[in-house]
């Protein structure tokens, strides 16, 4: 089954607006940091009226993605923002503009709007295998005090996507952390991101499977350098057919420099 493609949405400029937003192959860049990542959806996740808003934390397997997959296209395009997730986009802004561009991942992300904000905020864990969620949403809750807006598997298909949509929407939830592989999460938060409803709406990847204790997180040397992705590549035979991407990504970006 398919679906149409999400309509283009505009949105409005304002306070909120990112000051500088780079271009990496047709994809917007966020030139934002942690703490100004932090700051920028606080605001938006207690601002009356409430008003959905989309976050992409970027890494090279998206931007390859995007060659063949022009919903992903849109979803990115749409976000209202962008981060840089890995090394792989900190490497290609400074060979393509020039420009360092300072890393906000999406575990960084989660696990500091938890701690800053605790008690105050309403979280929906949507993702992983049947039952990781709810042990993700538990230790979040003992951890940080949050409260847990809801909690459903990443594993339904198309057709179920309104009635997942609409069961977060009734939750009343500030953020939801979908966590549905990379690709599927950001086009379903965009397409659905009206029905989502809730103030912040982020793709997380295997965040909720971390929080659960079900995948362990990168080893601090790992993080600080950048390079988690292939500290997980080398000791996971599932992501082995993953690494042909960002060997496409090098070439991809050393071809658009030489192309300049």
Known sequence: MTRPQPTA??????????????????????????????????????????????????????????RNRPDLVAAVQEADLVTADGIGIVWAARQLHGREVPRAPGYDIVKGLMARHGAELRVFFL????????????????????????VHHGYFDLPEDRRVAELVGASGAHLVLTGMGGGRQETFNQYWRQVLGAPVIIGCGG???????????????????????????GLDRKRWNRAPRLAQFVRMVRAERKRR
């Open 9 to 66: 949405q505009s949105h409005p400029a304002g306070p909120s607006s990112p000051a500088e937003r780079l271009t990496l192959f047709d994809l917007p860049l966020d030139v934002i940091d942690l703490e100004g990542t932090l700051a920028r959806l606080g605001g938006w996740m207690f601002r009356a009226p409430r008003a959905p808003h989309t976050v992409v934390t970027l890494n090279p397997e998206y931007i390859v993605q995007t």
């Open 127 to 150: 993702g992983a295998r049947p039952g990781v969620a709810e042990q993700a949403a538990q230790n979040a809750a003992r951890d940080y005090g949050i409260g847990v807006a809801g």
């Open 207 to 233: 965040v909720i499977d971390v929080f659960a204790g079900t995948a362990d997180l990168a080893p601090t040397w790992t993080r600080k350098l950048g390079v988690e992705f292939l500290w997980r590549v």
